[in-house]
């Protein structure tokens, strides 16, 4: 049974910085992509960034470019999340997912499994 546990999340003051992890077990398939997405109150969820198992990263074409930086451990079956000049429109549930093969899609629907999130609070 495929479970992604993600840790890291919390309250923080507009311009800090926080690192997400998402450790992964339990995969069946040895190629695999791992990505991010985030919920706020009110709005759909939204992706913000992915790792492929060969590292290509794709990221958010909005907001997130440029402060946030998603990294992975093959090893461990784990993935980051380093989120840098944080803003309080940031402040979300994050949610992490993998998917079977190399492609870094935008759509969750392209995603396999999911983590249950870790709530991320930027205040003002």
């Known amino acids: 049974q495929v479970q992604l546990v993600e840790s890291g999340g919390g309250v923080v003051q507009a311009g800090g910085s926080l690192k997400l992890s998402c450790a992964a077990s339990?995969?069946?398939?040895?190629?695999?992509?791992m990505a991010w997405f985030r919920q706020a109150p009110g709005k759909e969820r939204e992706f913000v960034a992915a790792v492929s198992w060969s590292g290509r990263t794709t990221y958010s074409k909005d907001s997130v470019s440029g402060r946030f930086t998603i990294s992975k451990d093959n090893a461990k079956n784990t993935v980051y999340l380093q989120m840098n000049s944080l803003k309080t429109e940031d402040t979300a549930v994050y949610y992490c997912?993998?998917?079977?093969?190399?492609?870094?899609?935008?759509?969750?629907?392209?995603?396999?499994?999911w983590g249950q999130g870790t709530q991320v609070t930027v205040s003002s």
């Open positions: 997912a993998v998917r079977r093969g190399q492609r870094t899609p935008m759509g969750g629907s392209e995603y396999d499994y």
């Open positions: 339990g995969l069946t398939f040895s190629i695999y992509t």
